[in-house]
């Protein structure tokens, strides 16, 4: 089993900055590709951004030039570097992972997710 533990939500102001991490732990033999999204209330779940375990990234056009994804492999933490935030992104964010069990099956996890709000 893996967990994956968010922080970094909270309230900010339009044009503020904040910083999420998703800590990974359990028994896993590595992690692919690890990603967030967000959910806003009456929207479907969307990709935010994601990054391969090398470092290849992709973003939603929406947050481009604005927020950044990281990772350190060997702390199995993503983070996601949230700049100059609008109201519209404004959402439930969750951390997504491929990891890659000991008898080499793929799954994905979810975590319980981190609220960001953004309003003056």
């Known amino acids: 089993q893996v967990k994956l533990v968010e922080s970094g939500g909270g309230l900010v102001q339009p044009g503020g900055s904040l910083r999420l991490s998703c800590a990974a732990s359990?028994?896993?033999?590595?992690?692919?590709?690890m990603g967030w999204y967000r959910q806003a209330p009456g929207k479907q779940r969307e990709l935010v951004a994601r990054?391969?375990?090398?470092?290849?990234?992709n973003y939603a056009d929406s947050v481009k030039g604005r927020f950044t994804i990281s990772r350190d492999n060997a702390k199995n933490t993503v983070y996601l570097q949230m700049n100059s935030l609008k109201p519209e992104d404004a959402a439930v964010y969750y951390c997504?992972?491929?990891?890659?069990?000991?008898?080499?099956?793929?799954?994905?996890?979810w975590g319980q997710g981190t609220q960001v709000a953004v309003s003056s």
């Open positions: 997504n992972t491929d990891t890659v069990s000991r008898s080499l099956s793929t799954n994905v996890y």
């Open positions: 359990g028994i896993f033999l590595t992690i692919y590709d």
């Open positions: 990054i391969t375990r090398s470092g290849s990234t």
